[in-house]
């Protein structure tokens, strides 16, 4: 069935160090999407990838879509105690808007 | 900014009993989603609902039942609990046209 695979599972940075998380499908994507999971809270929608070779910015985060719409990447530069949290792609496939979730990259962040 | 509700936040059931599980999207969203989250695994999708209509399925047990109703909110039906049904319960919405979902805090259940 259709599946997204994100490594590494787990992170562990010193702060200021920076981080990457890797989504990986075989088949091709409608989009994909980033959410962050804080411990205890709820997933919290970061950003939609569409267009092939698509780059995006978010002050300290970076998210690119490949350019056969099959793999996705997150990186954060410099990474802030505030980044702790689990990091999930999610990928939709076709129109109906189900999220198919990666295993998700849990980060942490020592001061 | 509104966000989406969902009630309860905790639920304890035994097994065999039923649970509802209440979800208020953001006003305006037309989409519902559920999600059935394990602990330290992704969420996994069980069903949607795009104007008051299921819209897709995914693994959700027969157990499982959900509707939208008139006014958006949905509830999510579980009979005959299972352990294994402890889990977090999400419901999501999203806007008209988009595909970016906005989660509500959750249901914890826990069946003993």
């Known amino acids: 069935g259709q599946q997204v695979m994100q490594i590494p599972q787990y992170q562990h940075v010193q702060e200021g160090e920076d981080f990457t998380t890797y989504c990986n499908s075989s088949?091709?994507?409608?989009?994909i999407q980033w959410y962050k999971q804080r411990p205890g809270g709820h997933p919290v929608f970061l950003i939609q990838?569409?267009?092939?070779?698509e780059v995006k910015k978010q002050k300290r985060l970076t998210f690119q879509f490949g350019e056969a719409k099959k793999n996705s990447s997150l990186h954060i530069t410099a990474t802030q105690t505030t980044d702790v949290g689990t990091y999930f792609c999610?990928?939709?496939?076709?129109?109906?808007?189900?999220?198919?979730f990666g295993q998700g990259t849990e980060l942490s962040v020592k001061p | 900014a509104a966000g989406v509700i969902q009630s309860p936040r905790h639920l304890i059931k035994e097994k065999r009993e039923t649970a509802t599980l209440k979800c208020y999207p953001i006003?305006?969203?037309?989409?519902v989603y559920w999600y059935q989250q394990g602990p330290g695994q992704d969420p996994q999708f069980l069903i949607s609902?795009?104007?008051?209509?299921?819209?897709d399925k995914g693994s959700i047990p027969d157990r499982f039942s959900a509707q939208q109703f008139s006014d958006y909110h949905s509830e999510l039906n579980m009979s005959s609990l299972e352990l294994g049904d402890s889990a977090l319960y999400f419901c999501?919405?999203?806007?008209?046209?988009?595909?970016?979902?906005?989660f509500g805090p959750g249901t914890r259940l826990t069946v003993t």
């Open positions: 006003p305006r969203h037309d989409t």
């Open positions: 088949t091709t994507l409608s989009n």
């Open positions: 609902f795009y104007e008051k209509m299921q819209s």
């Open positions: 990838l569409v267009k092939s070779g």
């Open positions: 999501a919405s999203s806007p008209r046209g988009l595909f970016e979902q906005y």
């Open positions: 999610a990928a939709i496939y076709n129109q109906g808007g189900k999220l198919i």
